[in-house]
């Protein structure tokens, strides 16, 4: 069975540095999609970022980029020259290739960013 | 394009009421999933739907929770009795069929309380 885990229950971090957030999947399945998405606190839930378990380049999107060790299974989420509107919580998803199954979710780590 | 919408925003409902919830998703979106947040258990899978097909459902929600896809535009989500602990939100997304690597676009949910 998939499993995705966030240990990070919260991370504080000082305006326009970086940081990054762990996740660790367990999946049975040779190809499956990893996604990241950001909760606001209005609660609006949106699509960050994707890596697909088949690509050796880590993905990038914006300010975003993702840390992918695929013989730890984990996938990282990086935010470089953090922002105050990118407090919010974060989850890392996991959707199986082969099956027909829904992405499953992390806990989320919430982030705040201090000015 | 509109994105997935959920109505209504906010449900009170009286324990042992019957309750629906109702989602459109994005046009040409043909996998469309129901999902439960709450603090303690994070986000869970209700249902997933491909077309007017199940094909999956959260083992744990069988009992009083039935959702449909009364056509490729349109799903439905009836708890029947609901309990207080059913008090949670609920989040409607989509995606298109035909790329496994599509990420799911959310809604903007459903906050249930039962009294």
């Known amino acids: 069975a998939q499993k995705v885990t966030q240990t990070q229950t919260s991370i504080s971090v000082m305006e326009k540095t970086t940081v990054t957030m762990d996740c660790v999947y367990e999946?049975?399945?040779?190809?499956?999609?990893l996604f990241w998405y950001k909760q606001t606190a209005s609660g609006e839930i949106v699509f960050l970022i994707r890596?697909?378990?088949?690509?050796?380049e880590n993905a990038t999107e914006g300010h975003y980029s993702l840390n992918f060790q695929k013989p730890k299974s984990s996938i990282g989420l990086i935010i470089t020259a953090t922002q105050i509107e990118d407090s919010a919580v974060y989850f890392c998803?996991?959707?199986?290739?082969?099956?027909?199954?829904?992405?499953?979710f992390g806990a989320g780590t919430k982030l705040s960013v201090k000015p | 394009d509109a994105g997935v919408t959920q109505t209504p925003r906010h449900e009170v409902a009286e324990k042992g009421q019957t309750i629906i919830l109702k989602c459109e998703p994005v046009?040409?979106?043909?996998?469309l999933f129901w999902y439960r947040q709450t603090k303690i258990q994070g986000l869970e899978l209700l249902s997933y739907f491909r077309s007017k097909s199940l094909m999956e459902d959260g083992g744990a929600f069988k009992d009083r929770f039935k959702a449909e896809m009364l056509n490729s535009s349109f799903s439905t989500l009836k708890i029947q009795p609901t309990e207080p602990k059913d008090s949670a939100v609920y989040l409607c997304?989509?995606?298109?069929?035909?790329?496994?690597?599509?990420?799911?676009?959310f809604g903007e949910g459903t906050r249930l309380s039962v009294l």
């Open positions: 998803a996991m959707r199986e290739g082969r099956n027909n199954n829904a992405p499953r």
């Open positions: 997304a989509s995606r298109r069929t035909g790329g496994n690597n599509q990420a799911p676009l």
């Open positions: 046009s040409g979106h043909n996998d």
């Open positions: 999946t049975r399945d040779s190809s499956y999609f």
């Open positions: 890596q697909d378990s088949y690509k050796k």
